[in-house]
């Protein structure tokens, strides 16, 4: 069993519509867990991370943990073409990062 | 501020060769991570720089290897080249003051293996 599971998708919706993505982790011992955006032949950006169990909200993203279940979450409303791009959660442990597969998002106009 | 820069962009090398792929470090940063993304996947942590030494080290075999230079930029290195090294391989740097949530990635290296 991976450490991150992330459903690879793709996902495709229409402009304005709102997007969840989803990841599942094994590993209690995480510290932190960060949502990445990976546009084409570019390297991972970082949006968001938290550490808590909880929403964090940051504009149109809103990143969502629950430790006792090992789901996160990241929603992006009023999607955009911009936003099209492949998603990455993450979790930190010992100073390294544990990624998951990836989700490819399009957002049509 | 430049952001953390990655040389070569592109590199074609055959099965057997040896390659070195390059990374300057964001301003201020000193920690060097290296990983390797395959194909329709995340990335994986190779090993992480710093003071000059490997601090930490992923799940790779000893034909990657790395380094650190006094001025806080690193290379990877792969000998003996399988198909299976194609990726893109990507460098992040981060500051030792700080955690990994900090953690600023290059554009990454495309590496095919022929």
């Known amino acids: 069993q991976k450490e991150v599971e992330q459903d690879p998708g793709p996902l495709s919706v229409p402009e304005g519509a709102i997007v969840s993505l989803n990841c599942t982790y094994s590993?209690?011992?995480?510290?932190?867990f960060m949502w990445y955006r990976q546009y084409s032949r570019k390297g991972p950006e970082l949006l968001m991370y938290?550490?808590?169990?909880g929403n964090k909200e940051d504009g149109r993203f809103t990143a969502q943990v629950d430790k006792s279940s090992k789901y996160i979450s990241l929603f992006i409303r009023d999607s955009q073409p911009s936003d099209s791009a492949t998603y990455l959660c993450?979790?930190?442990?010992?100073?390294?990062?544990?990624f998951g597969t990836g989700t490819r998002l399009q957002v049509f106009p | 501020d430049a952001g953390v820069t990655q040389s070569p962009t592109h590199l074609i090398k055959t099965r057997g060769q040896q390659v070195t792929l390059r990374c300057s470090p964001k301003s201020g940063h000193d920690t060097v991570s290296w990983y390797q993304q395959a194909l329709g996947q995340g990335p994986q942590f190779i090993f992480q720089y710093y003071e000059e030494e490997e601090r930490q080290r992923g799940n790779f075999p000893d034909r990657f290897s790395g380094h650190q230079f006094p001025n806080y930029s690193s290379e990877l290195n792969v000998n003996a080249l399988l198909l299976g090294d194609s990726a893109l391989y990507l460098c992040a740097s981060t500051n030792s003051g700080g955690a990994n949530t900090e953690a600023f990635f290059g554009q990454g290296t495309r590496l095919t293996v022929v």
């Open positions: 938290t550490y808590s169990s």
């Open positions: 993450a979790m930190m442990t010992t100073d390294k990062l544990i």
């Open positions: 590993n209690s011992a995480f510290q932190y």
